[in-house]
Nanobody
Framework: QVQLVESGGGLVQAGASLTLSCAASGRTFSNYAMGWFRQAPGKEREFVAY????????YYRDSVKGRFTCSRDPAKNTVYLRMNSLKPEDTSVYYCAASRSPYIGSYFSSINYYYWGQGTQVTVSS
C-alpha cells in the first residue's frame, strides 16, 4: 500500500522557519516527480513547489520564491519543504503529492499527481 506521510507542521510566528517532511512508503518514489500543495480554509488547493525525479529541477509559486526550498533524499525516500520567513498568508494545510513519472510538464496542476498525503497544518501568527 502506497503511503505518503507529512510531518513538521506547527504554529510559529511570522518570520520563523519550518521544514516539512514527506516520507513515502509502499514503493520507491526516488525517480518520481513530487509536489507540495496547500489549502487554506475556504480556498482552493494551490500549488506550492515541485521537484523532479532527479531533484535537478524545482519550481515554486511566485509568492514563495526565495523563501521556500524543496529538496529530496532518495536514500530516505523523503521529500522536504524548507520554509523561511514565514508569513501569516502561508497559513494552510500542506500536502505532498507524488506523480508516476520523473518529470511533469504541468507541475502546477494537482491532476498530474496520483498519490497524496494526509496533510500537515502550518499556522503563522502575526
Amino acid at each position: 500500500q502506497v503511503q505518503l506521510v507529512e510531518s513538521g507542521g506547527g504554529l510559529v510566528q511570522a518570520g520563523a522557519s519550518l521544514t516539512l517532511s514527506c516520507a513515502a512508503s509502499g514503493r520507491t518514489f526516488s525517480n518520481y516527480a513530487m509536489g507540495w500543495f496547500r489549502q487554506a480554509p475556504g480556498k482552493e488547493r494551490e500549488f506550492v513547489a515541485y521537484i523532479s525525479g532527479s531533484g535537478f529541477s524545482t519550481y515554486y509559486r511566485d509568492s514563495v520564491k526565495g523563501r521556500f526550498t524543496c529538496s529530496r533524499d532518495p536514500a530516505k525516500n523523503t521529500v522536504y519543504l524548507r520554509m523561511n520567513s514565514l508569513k501569516p498568508e502561508d497559513t494552510s494545510v500542506y500536502y505532498c503529492a507524488a506523480s508516476r513519472s520523473p518529470y511533469i510538464g504541468s507541475y502546477f496542476s494537482s491532476i498530474n499527481y496520483y498519490y497524496w498525503g494526509q496533510g500537515t497544518q502550518v499556522t503563522v501568527s502575526s
